[in-house]
Structure formats: structure tokens, C-alpha cells
């Protein structure tokens, strides 16, 4: 997200700076470029190199095409190539199909109603705080993970329920830290006592500018600030948490507000955010948010189940990037700029690691009836932009300071992005751990 900012003072170093910094080491150099997705001319069953924008495309195409043998997809990051899982079935002709389409064909035990009606079983029986499930495409098994709380007749009941699902269906894995949603902790939006981040800029049903940002935070305060006490900038249309999602679209006050379509990261760097995608398990990501700065990791999980302490959110992406208090709502999106989801929850740190759960944004879009990215109502037209008069029309840089001093020419860092992995880009990168003041006048 891009916001203009008035520097009051330097915080200190954040535990995500290291982590922070190889994520822009990976993203930086290749700002607003797409991956090479160059196909191999050889045989038409050979699995085409693509890039992840297009496999999740040919997923979709392919769960259509397959039908019932459709058993979940991931992308191989590493052959830059779409893995498609089938079941053993009669119809052989429609596999050729998705092999000469440029898959790869990997054929497996459980199908998709299979693994659905195991997820229904864990709803029914094992709704316990602290436990999470998605189905991981790549084990062609249900990932139930059980966080630190989820003990003694908890633990008992949890692991009964995934025995009755049937060797080969499920995997527990323990957490070490604790399932929460990640308000409060950093320079970001203030509202009601919480601290957030905003996600990406959105066009409302009506054409007035606003953003996307998770719903706890959204049920949270219904006015939100760009500053700790001060005057309200936007205004909450609406908000669903827990349940059917974690999300919310919050409309800002004045319906001139220039919302640029772009996230920021750092050294003055932006990655325009081109549409919204759906996420595909294996894909790499970035995360965005206020108090860790830049971040990446994989996603390893889609429709996920997670049971905070507020009560169950389905439907969530699952993911081994960092995140921590005040990151909720932030930004994940792809290094080719696609919008994928917007921070919830999860357990640990950036310094420990742990599992960081997402909202996606198709699916937060479709709910509120907005469209991503800045209309002509809200000044953006194509000119969007961090630095490019975000908000009042002041410069909106990388956060402007996202938990440093200028930062807008950093990303929570001291001269940060003069050299990203350079002398001067660890002073402060991913800060904004302080919880001092923000002195953000501008957010979006």
C-alpha cells in the first residue's frame, strides 16, 4: 500500500528484518516483471514451463476439464511447471488432455469429495480453538495442524477424529506458538485501540475510493485512522469475521482520495498490483504489512479451516510466511503483481517462523462488490502509484516510513533501499515493532 507520511522519530530493528531483507533481495530486482514462462517446444504430453499467473489458469481450466478425477494441483516452483493430481479412473482420454496441455499428471488415492467430506467430519467433530486444516495437494492429504493450547482431552479428541477419517487421509502436525488474529503492534491503521494494516486499494460498488483490509480488524473499530489518536480518514461499509471469510471494505472519507493500485516496498520500489488471483499451493508470495515489512514464503494450503478463540473462519489460504501483531490486513501478492489475499492470523513470529493464514481476495472482492485498484472517482485513473500523490496529494512512498525514519525511501529502514542486501538496508528493515508513535497522516 502506498501513503504519504511526517517523520517524528527512528524505531527500533523488528525480529522480521533479516527475513525482510531476503524477500526484497528475491522481489526488488524484478519489480512490476513477470516471471520467464517460455514453453518447451518438445512433445505434447511434455509438462510446459510455466509461470505462476498461467498455471493457476490451466488449473482452472483443467478442474473443469477433469471433472470428478480432478484431485487439487500445485505449482512446482522449482520446474516452474503446474502439478495436477487424478484419480484412477476409466477415462483415460481426458488425462491425455490435460497432459497435452501442458501438466504434469500425477495419479493419486483420494479425490477431492473424499478429502472434502474428511473436512466436514473435522468441522462436525473437532471444532476445538487452536486447530486449523486445508487440503495440501501436494501429500494428497488433509494438514491438520493443532497449536500450542490444544492439549491433554483437546489433543485426544482431535487425533480420535483424524483416526476415523482412515490411514492415508489426514496428518497432524503440532504448532509451537498460538492461533490468534495479528491486531495491534505497529505503525498501520488505528482504530478503537487496534492497529492494523490496510491491503490493497479497491473501487467500491458505488465508485467511491476504499481498501480492503481483514475483518477482525474491521469488526474491531468502525472509524479508522492513520494516526494512533488521531481524526478518522475512513470508515467501515462492511466487515465479516468470524464465519465465511476475514474481511472488510473500508470507504474513505473523502471521496477524492487518490488510491493508487500498487504496493510499496521500499527504496522507492513498487509492484503495480495488475488484478486479483486466486492463490495455487506452491506459489511464491509476499507479504506486506506494517509491522514486519517485507516478507515471503509458499503457499501450502487452500480452503483452509481455522478455529481462532473469536470462532471458526473458513475458506482461508494457508502459508509458511511470517507475520506478527499489526500485520493484519496487509498485502500478499505475487512478485508479477497479482493481488492473492489479505492477512488473518496464525501462530509464531518472524523470527521462530509458523503458519500465517490469508483471506483471498477474489473471494473478498466478489463478497463486497468492489473492484480492485483505484476508478476515476478516486483520482487513480492509470497514474497510480506509491510516490505518485497518494491520498491528500502529498508523496506516498513505501510506507513513507513504515516503522523508520523516511521510509518511504525504506521500508521500516534507515536509508533502507538505497542497496537492498547492501550496507545500509538492515539499520531498521521490517521495522515498526515500536510501538511508539506512527505519525502516518495518509493511509491506503
Given at each position: 500500500?502506498?501513503?504519504?507520511?511526517?517523520?517524528?522519530?527512528?524505531?527500533?530493528?523488528?525480529?522480521?528484518?533479516?527475513?525482510?531483507?531476503?524477500?526484497?533481495?528475491?522481489?526488488?530486482?524484478?519489480?512490476?516483471?513477470?516471471?520467464?514462462?517460455?514453453?518447451?517446444?518438445?512433445?505434447?504430453?511434455?509438462?510446459?514451463?510455466?509461470?505462476?499467473?498461467?498455471?493457476?489458469?490451466?488449473?482452472?481450466?483443467?478442474?473443469?476439464?477433469?471433472?470428478?478425477?480432478?484431485?487439487?494441483?500445485?505449482?512446482?516452483?522449482?520446474?516452474?511447471?503446474?502439478?495436477?493430481?487424478?484419480?484412477?479412473?476409466?477415462?483415460?482420454?481426458?488425462?491425455?488432455?490435460?497432459?497435452?496441455?501442458?501438466?504434469?499428471?500425477?495419479?493419486?488415492?483420494?479425490?477431492?469429495?473424499?478429502?472434502?467430506?474428511?473436512?466436514?467430519?473435522?468441522?462436525?467433530?473437532?471444532?476445538?480453538?487452536?486447530?486449523?486444516?486445508?487440503?495440501?495437494?501436494r501429500t494428497n492429504k488433509i494438514l491438520v495442524t493443532a497449536d500450542?493450547?490444544?492439549?491433554?482431552?483437546?489433543?485426544?479428541?482431535?487425533?480420535?477424529?483424524?483416526?476415523?477419517?482412515?490411514?492415508?487421509?489426514?496428518?497432524?502436525?503440532?504448532?509451537?506458538?498460538?492461533?490468534?488474529?495479528?491486531?495491534?503492534?505497529?505503525?498501520?491503521?488505528?482504530?478503537?485501540?487496534?492497529?492494523?494494516?490496510?491491503?490493497?486499494?479497491?473501487?467500491?460498488?458505488?465508485?467511491?475510493?476504499?481498501?480492503?483490509?481483514?475483518?477482525?480488524?474491521?469488526?474491531?473499530?468502525?472509524?479508522?485512522?492513520?494516526?494512533?489518536?488521531?481524526?478518522?480518514?475512513?470508515?467501515?461499509?462492511?466487515?465479516?469475521?468470524?464465519?465465511?471469510?476475514?474481511?472488510?471494505?473500508?470507504?474513505?472519507?473523502?471521496?477524492?482520495?487518490?488510491?493508487?493500485?500498487?504496493?510499496?516496498?521500499?527504496?522507492?520500489?513498487?509492484?503495480?498490483?495488475?488484478?486479483?488471483?486466486?492463490?495455487?499451493?506452491?506459489?511464491?508470495?509476499?507479504?506486506?504489512?506494517?509491522?514486519?515489512?517485507?516478507?515471503?514464503?509458499?503457499?501450502?494450503?487452500?480452503?483452509?479451516?481455522?478455529?481462532?478463540?473469536?470462532?471458526?473462519?473458513?475458506?482461508?489460504?494457508?502459508?509458511?510466511?511470517?507475520?506478527?501483531?499489526?500485520?493484519?490486513?496487509?498485502?500478499?501478492?505475487?512478485?508479477?503483481?497479482?493481488?492473492?489475499?489479505?492477512?488473518?492470523?496464525?501462530?509464531?513470529?518472524?523470527?521462530?517462523?509458523?503458519?500465517?493464514?490469508?483471506?483471498?481476495?477474489?473471494?473478498?472482492?466478489?463478497?463486497?462488490?468492489?473492484?480492485?485498484?483505484?476508478?476515476?472517482?478516486?483520482?487513480?485513473?492509470?497514474?497510480?502509484?506509491?510516490?505518485?500523490?497518494?491520498?491528500?496529494?502529498?508523496?506516498?512512498?513505501?510506507?513513507?516510513?513504515?516503522?523508520?525514519?523516511?521510509?518511504?525511501?525504506?521500508?521500516?529502514?534507515?536509508?533502507?533501499?538505497?542497496?537492498?542486501?547492501?550496507?545500509?538496508?538492515?539499520?531498521?528493515?521490517?521495522?515498526?515493532?515500536?510501538?511508539?508513535?506512527?505519525?502516518?497522516?495518509?493511509?491506503?
Amino acid at each position: 500500500m502506498s501513503h504519504k507520511r511526517i517523520p517524528k522519530r527512528k524505531t527500533a530493528i523488528a525480529a522480521g528484518g533479516v527475513v525482510a531483507l531476503g524477500a526484497a533481495a528475491i522481489l526488488l530486482p524484478n519489480a512490476n516483471a513477470s516471471q520467464d514462462g517460455s514453453s518447451s517446444n518438445g512433445a505434447a504430453a511434455a509438462p510446459k514451463t510455466l509461470k505462476a499467473s498461467d498455471a493457476s489458469d490451466l488449473a482452472s481450466q483443467l478442474q473443469e476439464l477433469l471433472g470428478e478425477a480432478f484431485a487439487g494441483s500445485y505449482y512446482d516452483t522449482g520446474q516452474k511447471q503446474l502439478v495436477v493430481n487424478v484419480v484412477s479412473g476409466d477415462n483415460n482420454n481426458v488425462i491425455v488432455q490435460a497432459e497435452k496441455a501442458g501438466a504434469k499428471i500425477r495419479e493419486v488415492d483420494n479425490s477431492l469429495a473424499e478429502l472434502a467430506s474428511g473436512a466436514q467430519t473435522l468441522k462436525a467433530k473437532a471444532t476445538i480453538p487452536g486447530t486449523a486444516w486445508a487440503v495440501d495437494p501436494r501429500t494428497n492429504k488433509i494438514l491438520v495442524t493443532a497449536d500450542s493450547t490444544v492439549t491433554g482431552a483437546k489433543w485426544d479428541q482431535l487425533e480420535s477424529t483424524v483416526d476415523t477419517l482412515g490411514s492415508g487421509m489426514a496428518t497432524i502436525k503440532k504448532s509451537a506458538g498460538t492461533f490468534k488474529t495479528f491486531v495491534s503492534g505497529g505503525d498501520a491503521i488505528f482504530g478503537g485501540g487496534a492497529r492494523c494494516s490496510a491491503g490493497f486499494n479497491v473501487t467500491a460498488g458505488d465508485g467511491s475510493p476504499a481498501f480492503l483490509t481483514a475483518g477482525h480488524c474491521g469488526v474491531a473499530a468502525a472509524e479508522w485512522s492513520d494516526a494512533q489518536d488521531g481524526q478518522p480518514i475512513a470508515t467501515v461499509d462492511q466487515a465479516t469475521f468470524p464465519g465465511d471469510g476475514d474481511f472488510a471494505l473500508v470507504k474513505y472519507d473523502d471521496p477524492a482520495t487518490v488510491a493508487p493500485s500498487e504496493v510499496n516496498v521500499g527504496d522507492g520500489r513498487t509492484v503495480q498490483i495488475s488484478q486479483a488471483a486466486d492463490a495455487e499451493v506452491g506459489l511464491q508470495v509476499f507479504r506486506m504489512g506494517s509491522t514486519t515489512g517485507l516478507n515471503d514464503g509458499q503457499v501450502l494450503g487452500l480452503d483452509a479451516t481455522v478455529n481462532y478463540p473469536e470462532g471458526t473462519v473458513t475458506g482461508l489460504i494457508q502459508t509458511d510466511v511470517c507475520a506478527e501483531p499489526g500485520d493484519s490486513g496487509g498485502s500478499l501478492f505475487t512478485q508479477d503483481g497479482l493481488a492473492i489475499g489479505l492477512t488473518s492470523g496464525g501462530s509464531g513470529d518472524c523470527t521462530v517462523g509458523g503458519e500465517t493464514f490469508f483471506q483471498p481476495v477474489t473471494t473478498a472482492l466478489e463478497a463486497v462488490g468492489a473492484t480492485l485498484g483505484a476508478g476515476d472517482a478516486a483520482g487513480g485513473g492509470q497514474e497510480t502509484g506509491a510516490g505518485d500523490e497518494a491520498g491528500a496529494g502529498e508523496e506516498a512512498g513505501a510506507g513513507q516510513e513504515v516503522g523508520g525514519e523516511e521510509a518511504g525511501q525504506e521500508v521500516g529502514g534507515e536509508e533502507a533501499g538505497q542497496e537492498v542486501g547492501g550496507e545500509d538496508t538492515g539499520q531498521d528493515v521490517g521495522a515498526g515493532a515500536d510501538n511508539g508513535d506512527s505519525g502516518l497522516t495518509e493511509t491506503h
